[in-house]
């Protein structure tokens, strides 16, 4: 912790002073135990249900004693969504840095879907999680305002409005509603994948890339929906 000289270091030493007797210390809090139990959550919600998990299991597989974990978190509830947050915080960072690559609006909707389901692939536990036991938590469902899943959504509708900008992408569809009905088609087939549905990620990315775009995707001349169809049979079947 950095404790600058001045007023700062007033108000933190006065915070120090007003601590409840016998309550743990904010500074006995390391980044890497909470790390730890957020990993460890995310196993244990995957292997067990939400529903099913103990705070004690959590705090036994992260290593630490059960009270460590309300140092950090309110309750289990609240450790599902930090565990999300967290989450989602790194896949919007990769993701962001992933589509800043390229400036064609057909290569970020590949990449796009291509990104969302290496994730499923690589980190089940995580994908089961999200697609999965987020929805059995019913603060997540009702009170918890998501507003990483929008920043999520908003990188899809952006690109498709850029595309529209560009004469690229219809212009007649909503950059919203298209970005929520391909995620729709992503978040179907995770929840598949995640309960033992077999899929061949890389084939389907392809499908849906070639579906999406087939749909939405500005007519060339000469260019009919059945020939857009036989199209992507051909290239599905490579």
Do not use: C
Not at 175 to 188: C, I, N, Q, S
């Amino acid at each position: 912790m950095v404790i600058h000289f001045g007023m700062a270091s007033f108000e933190w030493v006065q915070k120090m002073a007003e601590q409840e007797p016998g309550k743990p210390s904010a500074t006995s809090r390391t980044p890497d135990k909470r790390e730890r139990i957020l990993e460890a959550a995310i196993a244990v919600f995957a292997e067990k249900g939400f529903a099913q998990t103990k705070v004690s299991e959590i705090a036994k597989v992260a290593g630490v004693a059960d009270g460590t974990i309300y140092l950090y978190f309110e309750n289990k509830d609240d450790l599902l969504i930090k565990a999300y947050e967290a989450s989602m915080d790194r896949i919007l960072e990769s993701l962001a840095r992933l589509l800043a690559e390229t400036e064609s609006t057909a290569e970020k909707v590949e990449r796009f879907i291509q990104h969302h389901l290496q994730m499923v692939g690589n980190d089940k536990q995580l994908a089961k999680v999200i697609t999965v036991e987020l929805r059995t938590s019913p603060k997540f469902m009702v009170e918890y305002k998501n507003t990483k899943f929008n920043d999520y959504l908003r990188l899809l509708s952006d690109i498709i409005a850029n595309g529209q900008g560009e004469g690229v992408l219809r212009g007649d569809i909503d950059p919203a509603l298209a970005a929520r009905a391909l995620f729709g088609m992503l978040d179907e087939l995770s929840l598949m994948f995640v309960l033992g549905g077999r899929m061949d990620l890389r084939i389907t990315a392809r499908l849906l890339y070639e579906t999406f775009m087939n749909g939405t995707a500005v007519p060339q001349s000469g260019d009919s929906a059945t020939q857009r169809a036989i199209a992507l049979t051909n290239r599905i079947n490579r």
